[in-house]
């Protein structure tokens, strides 16, 4: 039996569990909103940082689309861009802060570089010449990936880069700052202009290049003295931008169209007949001697711009077709050694050594990017009538017949807009689209004398050319030197198609119709490499000597009629045809 004390023990136990119980429901029934609340706020949060990564992720996006070749300067404009990546930096990346380590780090920029390069390169906020330097560097990029050839030995990469640089751009003066795509799109600039181009091509291959200068910078023949020396391993293999050669090595032979093994910098302190092989005449030496590279000024080969740490930052969210090499600081940072360690450890191994005393900057890139953004009028007027060709076509809207102040008939033009159809096509074939720019090339022929008429005026053929002579200077000017400039990047883009038999008829017809133009001599020499390639070695070499004594283009003619002339068989052989490839034709050996 139960006893009573027993019972009411039981029934206290169950009235306290119930209590216990009680109060457990209705804590947790207090929860349960607040658990709610907390889950619908860590949803919403979690949709509020999906909505800021994708507004970050537009900002870039929207910048980039802006500042590639095919839409800056034709459908979009480098102020706008810039302000987006203001945006972004300000929202998406926290801005900018320079640490300690980083502080600690940049001893080299304080020391290399001038008190306003300084202040650009420590900036806050991207500036207009850093829209033009992520421009260029995404050209670079694009370009290559068609320009460097389909081997994968650097050195040879590096040699295709940089005919396609010479091929494309002619050394002249210009009297305007350019950048590096504005150089290429023009198709002219100074030596200067060719090696920068060259270096920030194979930049983009994580391949090193320095300008090697004489210690004293005298002029040459009221010129500078100037190479590219390309670092690969522990070699510097030299390039000149002037002649639009490599230094031929003595290993480099005459079995191949053009130089293919480029002299090191060892090779040339010791053989004098490298040098020498490179004179135009008695009367016209080589300017480097031997004793020249005894003692060197190397420049590293940068911009402010390249060397950022906002251009660091912004270096992070490149991805996918848009990526680039836009960041490539002097000093080491965590994508790596710095541009200074790494030509500073193959200096190194050079005989004599490269050290603080002989290692600079290179003013040339930071003066155009700069200098771009504070053209005088001078240069702007230059600038203006080099980009003026590029603008065309300017059309015709309307034709009217109209009666002067004595009551004879006249003809009243008016004209649109400038289309800049020429801008659109050259940057097609900046970007590897051969045959769409041929295309585009054709039609700018065609209006060299009248520009494009509306699809409602009918010009008949007998009125052309009374219509042509009321074509005001403005209009008729950019038309034909357009027209000329079509007409020679058609062969330019046949050759690098690998069709040099079209490219050399087309050359035959340029030349036919203009044959004193500052485009004549580059043409010769394009016509010179195509005959060659088609065997035709005796015709090659007279149409370089068509190369007058007084041109840029005289010492490298002179070099090629030597070495061309000393060939066992033409280089047109069909086995030796077979191995050319559009942009690495001169690696193909005689007869391999």
């Known amino acids: 039996m139960i006893d009573l004390k027993s019972k009411q023990a039981i029934r206290v136990y169950w009235i306290v569990g119930a209590a216990v119980l009680g109060l457990l429901f209705w804590m947790e029934a207090r929860r349960t909103p607040q658990r709610r609340r907390t889950s619908e706020f860590g949803a919403q949060s979690q949709t509020d940082t999906q909505d800021a990564e994708n507004r970050c992720a537009g900002l870039v996006k929207n910048a980039l689309v802006m500042l590639r070749p095919e839409s800056l300067g034709i459908s979009s404009d480098t102020d706008t861009a810039v302000s987006l990546l203001n945006q972004w930096l300000r929202q998406c990346s926290g801005g900018l802060t320079r640490t300690k380590a980083a502080e600690e780090q940049e001893r080299t920029s304080t020391r290399l570089l001038a008190p306003a390069a300084l202040e650009r390169l420590y900036g806050k906020e991207f500036q207009s010449y850093d829209g033009f330097h992520i421009r260029d560097c995404l050209w670079c990029k694009r370009a290559v990936d068609f320009a460097a050839g389909k081997t994968h030995r650097d050195l040879d990469r590096a040699v295709s880069l940089f005919y396609y640089v010479a091929r494309n751009m002619h050394v002249a003066d210009v009297g305007a700052p350019l950048t590096v795509f504005d150089a290429m799109l023009l198709g002219r600039g100074t030596a200067e202009h060719r090696a920068w181009v060259f270096a920030e091509l194979l930049r983009q291959l994580r391949i090193d290049a320095v300008i090697l200068r004489t210690a004293s910078s005298e ?24 002649l639009g050669l490599p230094l031929p090595s003595p290993a480099d032979g005459v079995g191949t169209l053009l130089p293919s093994r480029p002299a090191t910098l060892a090779e040339a302190r010791r053989d004098p007949a490298l040098l020498r092989q490179l004179d135009a005449g008695p009367n016209a ?11 060197l000024q190397v420049d590293l080969i940068g911009n402010t711009s390249l060397w950022s740490v906002r251009m660091q930052t912004f270096q992070h969210v490149l991805v996918g077709a848009d990526t680039a090499v836009v960041f490539d600081g002097l000093d080491d940072s965590e994508f790596g050694p710095g541009l200074w360690s790494r030509v500073a450890e193959v200096g190194a191994r050079q005989q004599p050594a490269w050290n603080e005393e002989t290692i600079r900057v290179w003013p040339f890139p930071e003066q155009q990017l700069a200098g771009k953004i504070h053209m005088n009028s001078k240069e702007r007027r230059a600038f203006r009538s080099l980009y003026e060709s590029l603008t065309v076509p300017i059309p015709l809207t309307s034709v009217e017949q109209v009666e002067d102040d004595d009551g004879r008939p006249q003809l009243k033009l008016r004209f649109a807009p400038p289309q800049k159809l020429h801008l659109e096509k050259r940057t097609q074939q900046l970007l590897g689209d051969f045959a769409g720019a041929i295309q585009g090339y054709l039609l700018i022929r065609l209006w060299r004398d009248v520009p494009p008429t509306p699809k409602n005026v009918y010009v008949p053929r007998e009125v052309a050319p009374i219509l042509a002579a009321r074509v005001p200077e403005r209009v008729k000017r950019p038309h034909q030197q357009a027209a000329q400039e079509a007409f020679y990047r058609i062969a330019v883009c046949q050759y690098e198609q690998g069709e040099p038999g079209r490219a050399r008829n087309t050359l035959r017809d340029f030349l036919n119709a203009f044959s004193d133009t500052p485009l004549s001599d580059p043409a010769r020499l394009l016509m010179a490499v195509c005959q060659l390639e088609g065997g035709e070695r005796a015709e090659a070499i007279n149409t370089l000597k068509d190369i007058a004594e007084d041109s840029a283009l005289y010492p490298t003619a002179r070099y090629l009629i030597r ?4 060939a066992e068989k033409p280089n047109g052989s069909s086995a030796a045809r077979k191995k050319w490839s559009p942009c690495s034709r001169c690696f193909a050996s005689v007869g391999s």
């Open 219 to 242: 002029p040459a023949g009221g010129r500078d003295k100037l190479l590219v020396g390309v670092l690969i391993g522990s070699d510097v293999f030299l390039f000149d931008p002037r």
């Open 285 to 295: 030496p080589y300017p480097w001697r031997t004793e020249d590279f005894e003692h």
């Open 563 to 566: 070495r061309w002339a000393q």
